[in-house]
């Protein structure tokens, strides 16, 4: 029973990684094959073969895009994290802090980003607004996450505090911070994705007008000279690094969380 | 160890005159409660559920401040000091699930600010009372249940408390570790020679362990009777098998059913009153 169990199993995790594979090489032939047979010109739609190319001659523009994008991402990441977890704690230590600013947290939140984004890059140097924009779709989630964390602390534990009269500090340290950690960590990989996403909607705001040259900036610019395999070259970059951001944050929170919370201990089983 | 009796005569270390309780929203947990808690005493609450018990453990505690009475410490020095004068054990272990066993038992002492030098010293003797020495850097959830609740003890003695108050400690545990843990628990009180109360709704637990019980019945809580046991220690499995222990479970559980009776006539009576029962 047992070993033919662990063998269903084994084989559930080689499909798991087979299937999505045999998918994506499956949709390329398709692709390409299409390209191919209808003699599609690359400016209308370039096939896998061609993007691959592009991307490897094009590597030394493009990489340098990347690194821009990836700078302006995990600067905007860190405030937002910083940020978030550090105005959450100002807020919980504060009722009047939290009452009179929460709410602006939520407008800054709602009020769509492409709309902010073109005032932004008005009023601050482009690589500056950019990262604002980066900043701020990144920055509520952390905030909001760790606020709910700070406030879901188990309530025996907390007597158990107060009858040792920790300061309001060590209560901080010790008990609430800790048990917010899963809830941050929560909140840190969804202001992953968005900052980069923040990121490169500013970069498209700022468009042809911005002295950039972030990936998104690169997609545009080769929007405008009908250089389409570029354009899916700079969109492959984007997507991967959007992978390795989630999967950065992944191992983050296995990392941290592995021996104690319920969330990490079923990866590992 | 003195006979149980001699703890009769022993220092008071709490009183508690005319405590009462009443909850926000208009239950009333507890009323007129008055007693004495002498040194090295091993004191049991034992009722149903909804008597209140676990309030008193927090009034003790100054969790809750009581709706009116006094809890009175007639010795300064201990009052002085409370907050490292008194152990808590919960009906959950409620430990950190993200430190260490280690860590987890030195909070107390962290919280204190104690230099670390010392922490670590406490905490090894700490453990070893339990039995846990060698689980120090495990995590809580790598644990069993019974285990989880020794680490907890653990907690509660590393500050070396003068009173060790006990929430149903093992009422979550099976049988056999629950047994085990009683008798570890009477070895710790005797070595350390703290004094305990002891929440429990088990009759044979409670004349296991105690010195003294008293019986509380609810609507509102207060204390139905009171009984001494006054079997000498050391107390282990043939005391527990004896036929004065039996006797004493007899008396203790005819006590029991009495005050539960009279709560039932009490809550009868109060039919039609708004004021519900069975809280806690």
């Known amino acids: 029973m047992k070993a033919a169990a662990s063998i269903q199993e084994r084989y559930d995790r080689v499909l798991r990684i087979a299937l999505p594979v045999v998918v994506l090489a499956l949709g390329l032939l398709i692709w390409e094959a299409i390209v191919w047979i209808d003699k599609i010109p690359p400016y209308v739609l370039p096939g896998p073969r061609l993007i691959l190319r592009t991307l490897i001659d094009d590597w030394e523009l493009l990489s340098q895009s990347l690194v821009v994008t990836l700078a302006t991402t995990i600067e905007g990441f860190l405030l937002a994290a910083f940020g978030g977890v550090g105005l959450a704690v100002l807020f919980n230590q504060s009722r009047l802090l939290e009452y009179s600013l929460y709410p602006y947290a939520v407008i800054l939140q709602v009020t769509p980003i492409v709309a902010i984004a073109p005032l932004l890059l008005i009023y601050l140097p482009q690589p500056l607004a950019v990262l ?23 309530r025996n534990l907390g007597d158990l505090f107060t009858l040792y009269g920790a300061s309001r500090g060590q209560l901080l340290w010790y008990l609430k911070l800790p048990s917010a950690l899963p809830y941050i960590i929560g909140g840190l990989r969804i202001a992953g994705g968005l900052s980069l996403i923040g990121a490169v909607v500013a970069e498209i705001a700022a468009g042809s007008a911005g002295a950039g040259s972030g990936l998104a900036y690169r997609i545009a610019e080769s929007g405008y000279r009908l250089n389409i395999p570029r354009m899916f070259a700079a969109l492959l970059l984007l997507s991967v690094a959007g992978i390795a951001i989630f ?22 089983a | 160890m003195p006979p149980a009796t001699a703890l009769q005569t022993s220092p008071l270390l709490l009183a508690l005159h005319g405590v009462g309780k009443t909850f926000p929203n208009g239950t009333l947990a507890l009323a007129n409660l008055n007693f004495n808690l002498r040194r090295g005493e091993f004191l049991s609450l034992l009722g149903p559920s909804g008597c209140g018990k676990s309030t008193v453990l927090r009034i003790i505690a100054g969790l809750t401040a009581p709706s009116y009475g006094s809890v009175e410490w007639p010795d300064p020095s201990t009052h002085a000091g409370k907050s490292n004068r008194i152990g808590f054990v919960f009906q959950d272990p409620t430990l950190m699930p993200w430190a260490s066993v280690f860590n987890n038992v030195s909070l107390p002492l962290v919280l204190n600010c104690m230099a670390a030098a010392s922490i670590a010293g406490r905490v090894t003797t700490a453990l070893d009372r339990v039995g846990l020495t060698k689980f120090a850097e495990a995590y809580p959830r790598e644990l069993s249940g019974g285990m989880r ?26 049988e056999i570790t629950r047994f085990k843990l009683n008798n570890d628990l009477l070895q710790v009180w005797q070595a350390t020679g703290t004094t305990v109360v002891f ?60 005050a539960m009776a009279h709560d039932n006539m009490a809550g009868d009576n109060m039919a039609g009153d708004k004021t519900p029962g069975g809280r806690l």
């Open chain 1, 132 to 154: 604002a924009c980066a900043w701020i779709v990144a920055f509520f989630p952390v905030l909001a996450n760790t606020t709910l964390g700070l406030h879901s602390v188990d």
């Open chain 1, 247 to 268: 999967y950065a944050l992944s191992l983050l929170n296995y990392l941290a969380l592995r021996r104690w919370h319920e969330s990490a201990l079923e990866q590992e």
């Open chain 2, 149 to 174: 609740m020794r680490v907890s003890i653990a907690r509660a003695l590393v500050t070396e408390p003068q009173l060790l108050l006990m929430d149903e400690p093992f009422a979550a545990l099976d």
């Open chain 2, 199 to 258: 929440v429990t709704h088990s009759v044979f637990e409670s004349v296991y362990l105690s010195s003294r019980i008293l019986v509380m019945s609810a609507r509102p809580g207060r204390i139905f009777t009171e009984l001494a046991i006054d079997a000498p220690y050391p107390r282990d499995n043939n005391y527990g098998t004896s036929a004065e222990y039996a006797a004493f479970c007899r008396r203790t559980s005819a006590a029991l059913a009495q």
